[in-house]
């Protein structure tokens, strides 16, 4: 074997294309780039996504995507952590001052991670299923906050209906405590005329 004969097996490589080199090639005469149009001239380019001036998929959807707005505000606290924190009744105040959560946090979760062997009653927080049994086997207890009150949402017919009722409504507890709503009397200009104050008569002085 010689330096000199040493080549690629064969098949190995092939030949770049090479365009406008006459029809026989396949890509002679336009060079396989068809007939006019924007994408036949030199420098005719456009950027990816452009769809000729109607508003491109990429702005049509919406930008919320799958992140949480109020992902922030969450945490996540475990049952470890709790175990060193040397405190019965924790709440979320507690938790902000010792540093295991953020200041602006609003919203806690205790997940089953660690042990714990001490009583601890947690107030206004989340835990999740293996936590809690847990916390009550060590004596313990949790108290969730309140679900969140849904937000009715009335729109079209029914908005004027609602409106009323909403109007109604403190007659109608007035009522069932057995007072009646106070109404205001009507103002009848008429019945009650301004009294004008009477001019002074003019004394002729002249003689």
Avoid at 2 to 10: R, V, W, Y
Avoid at 20 to 28: A, D, I, K, M
Avoid at 49 to 68: A, D, N, Y
Avoid at 158 to 183: C, D, H, Q, Y
Wanted: charged share 30%.
């Amino acid at each position: 074997m010689k330096l000199n004969t040493i080549a690629p097996a064969p098949g190995a490589t092939k030949a770049r294309r090479r365009v406008g080199r006459g029809v026989g090639s396949g890509l002679g005469k336009t060079a396989g780039r068809g007939h006019k149009g924007q994408k036949s001239r030199a420098g005719g380019y456009h950027k990816i996504g452009f769809e000729g001036g109607q508003m491109p998929l990429q702005r049509r959807l919406p930008k919320r995507g799958f992140t949480s707005w109020t992902h922030a505000q969450c945490a996540e606290v475990r049952l470890g952590d709790l175990e060193k924190l040397g405190i019965i009744d924790i709440n979320l105040a507690d938790l902000i001052e010792h540093d295991l959560v953020r200041g602006d946090t609003k919203e806690v979760r205790v997940i089953l991670c660690g042990d714990i062997t001490r009583q601890v009653n947690l107030h206004g927080m989340k835990a999740t299923k293996g936590a809690k049994a847990a916390i009550e086997k060590a004596g313990g207890s949790v108290e969730e906050p309140p679900p969140p009150k849904p937000r009715k949402k009335v729109y079209g017919k029914n908005a004027r209906a609602a409106l009323e009722a909403a109007k109604a409504k403190p007659a109608a507890k007035a009522a069932s405590k057995g007072k009646a709503p106070k109404e205001k009397a009507p103002k009848d200009k008429a019945a009650a005329p301004k009294a004008k104050a009477a001019k002074p008569a003019a004394t002729n002085t002249t003689k």
